[in-house]
């Protein structure tokens, strides 16, 4: 819950006027500001504009290990493939990705642009994390300089790491801080990230790892996770988005409603 705006509205009411009317009246236009009712709407096209930060991340996520390998670039290709982009999109991409594999590239100001974008929308955030996860991958094990950029991403986003192991569990990645032992590996509730990639294909991921949760976890847990999970993920709350991120988010939440579904099965509740 975002109270910025309900705090500064309160104390420039009481400086202003030095009364509780005034407060009370600061903080709902505080409040106002916090849910963006007095926010400029977002301009005509912004809807394209994390194309360039997005393409530019994933040229410097692809040298950051010192090379760009060809499953890299076909992991990127593939994305500008399944995002349908118009000719001059594809061409920009193409070139923001390889201003990105240069030295010098500014990565936290593509984060910055990024977090603009999302405008701290978590849906959102997860939709960047989502097209990004097969260049991340492309590879295999999660490269440590790799992992330094996504987890900047991670918290310039507001997305806490196991929410990032848990989106990589609905693509089919294991996943592992690199170097993690067999106990740093272990997410929430002790599930384990491998270190490597996982088998693809939704009959090969664990659905609690999907879930995030540890195969320990009793009903109440296992049901307030799935509720959270497609709440965030749910496609009918991305507004203005270009129709190949409605159609990831769609795929994602019958990914967790697959995940939940196995473990009804499993568990035998409903």
């Known amino acids: 819950m975002r109270i910025l705006g309900k705090l500064v509205g309160a104390l420039i009411g009481f400086l202003l006027f030095r009364n509780g ?7 709902f236009f505080g409040h106002l500001w916090d849910i963006g009712a007095l926010r400029a709407p977002r301009p005509l096209g912004a809807s394209n504009s994390f194309i360039a930060p997005l393409f530019g991340l994933a040229g410097a996520i692809a040298k950051s290990d010192g090379r760009v390998s060809e499953q890299e ?10 995002m ?3 000719p001059e999109q594809r061409a920009s991409a193409i070139e ?34 989502d097209m990004l996860l097969d260049v991340v991958y492309a590879e295999g094990p999660l490269a440590p300089n790799k992992f330094a950029i ?3 991403l991670c918290w310039a986003l507001g997305v806490h790491e196991r929410e990032l192991a848990a989106l990589a569990a609905m693509r089919g990645y294991a996943y592992a801080t690199p170097g993690a032992d067999s106990e740093s590996a272990r997410g929430p509730g002790g599930q384990h990230y491998g270190g490597g ?49 409605k159609r990831r988010a769609e795929e994602r939440a019958r990914e967790i409603n697959t995940a939940y579904e196995r473990i ?3 568990r035998g509740f409903r």
């Open 96 to 129: 923001r990705f390889n201003a990105g594999k240069q030295q010098g590239f500014e990565v936290n100001l593509a984060i910055a642009d990024l977090k603009l974008w999302a405008a701290g929308r978590r849906d959102l955030a997860f939709l960047l994390l």
């Open 21 to 27: 009317f005034a407060v009370v009246l600061g903080a």
């Open 150 to 152: 996504v987890r900047k």
């Open 197 to 245: 990639q996982a088998p693809r294909g939704p009959g090969a991921r664990d659905p609690y790892a999907v879930l995030g949760i540890g195969r320990e976890a009793n009903e109440r847990e296992i049901k307030r996770a799935y509720r959270k999970l497609i709440s965030q993920h749910h496609p009918d709350k991305l507004g203005d988005v270009p129709a190949e991120l």
């Open 73 to 82: 670039i076909a992991a990127t290709e593939n994305l500008m493939a399944r």
């Open 84 to 86: 349908q982009l118009a």
């Open 264 to 266: 009804q099965a499993e």
